[in-house]
């Protein structure tokens, strides 16, 4: 493979020049970081060493309209803009440029700021799909319910998914489904969600739609209509938690870390890992042991209610 010399030019005005020699492969892996890197600047999302999704804005979502400046803004997303139309054709992916996608002109005087923040969620679509679901709008941000520290691998997904309406369920390799959130409170909808799914029961997606917040009666509920019984056990300690998973099956526990009051899966525990499926990201993960500080409350799906 031909080597090549970097010069990476962000469009947020700043020069960064690699000091070696590269393959192209690595040329694309470093372009890509620096696009997820410039989209977290724009949308104020914490930066990680670990391709994370965030959850899509959601009907059931608190909107936050704050006073901007259209300037300021316009110029931010015309960069973002720019830095995707870059990558894009590094890749070789054709996308239609910003008159085509919006049959406007960058250079009319009172065209907002909406229309090239909307021209980038479909750039972000179409080149960095995992970020699609990004918002300037909602009221509670972004966060990382666990630390990058905290991670010690992300387990990989079969491929292809499942859709459910216009959700994506992935499969792990062990075969559980793996959800990201249907929104920024929708933690309890997908926890609950991925069980039933894994016990064959039917998800209800208008109940999941319609979830901002939740408890442990609603999580109960969730069960209960999709045709199963729930059951909450107690556990203070790591040992009785994985006890708990061994006898009952993977446990909802709640958490409370980077994005306050959180609900997991936790699939196993071990002495040097734990093992969870993350809805806030979409994933399944190994944590450090000392990173789960959980609720004593713990939810698990059981066996399906025989109709009398």
């Not at 679901?133 to 997904?157: K, W």
Request: net charge neutral; aromatic share 8%.
């Amino acid at each position: 493979m031909k080597k090549v010399f970097i010069i990476l030019t962000l469009m947020i005005g700043v020069t960064c020049n690699v000091q070696s020699e590269t393959t192209d492969n690595d040329y694309l892996q470093i372009m890509e970081k620096t696009v997820r890197d410039t989209i977290c600047d724009v949308f104020s999302i914490p930066k990680s060493k670990w391709p994370r999704r965030y959850p899509p804005m959601s009907s059931s979502d608190t909107i936050f309209i704050k006073r901007i400046d259209e300037n300021e803004s316009k110029l931010k997303f015309e960069n973002l803009n720019e830095t995707l139309n870059k990558y894009a054709s590094l890749k070789g992916i054709k996308v239609s440029n910003f008159n085509e996608y919006s049959e406007k002109t960058p250079s009319e005087k009172r065209l907002p700021y909406s229309v090239f923040e909307s021209y980038s969620h479909y750039l972000i679509k179409e080149l960095i799909p995992d970020l699609k679901g990004v918002s300037s709008i909602g009221n509670h941000g972004y966060g990382h319910s666990f630390s990058d520290d905290d991670i010690l691998r992300i387990h990989p997904n079969r491929q292809g998914n499942i859709k459910l309406s216009f959700y994506n369920f992935n499969l792990g390799q062990n075969g559980k489904s793996i959800m990201l959130q249907p929104a920024t409170r929708g933690c309890t909808a997908a926890v609950t969600a991925m069980l039933i799914y894994d016990a064959g029961g039917k998800i209800n997606l208008k109940r999941m739609r319609k979830r901002n917040l939740g408890n442990d009666e609603l999580m109960l509920k969730d069960f209960d209509l999709a045709g199963f019984q729930g059951l909450a056990t107690n556990n203070f300690t790591l040992e009785e938690l994985a006890q708990s998973i061994k006898s009952h099956g993977p446990a909802i526990v709640g958490v409370n870390r980077g994005i306050g009051g959180h609900s997991i899966i936790v699939d196993d525990v071990q002495d040097d890992y734990i093992t969870i499926r993350d809805p806030a990201h979409g994933w399944m993960i190994d944590i450090k042991p000392d990173s789960l500080q959980f609720e004593p409350t713990c939810l698990h799906i059981s066996k399906k209610v025989e109709e009398s």
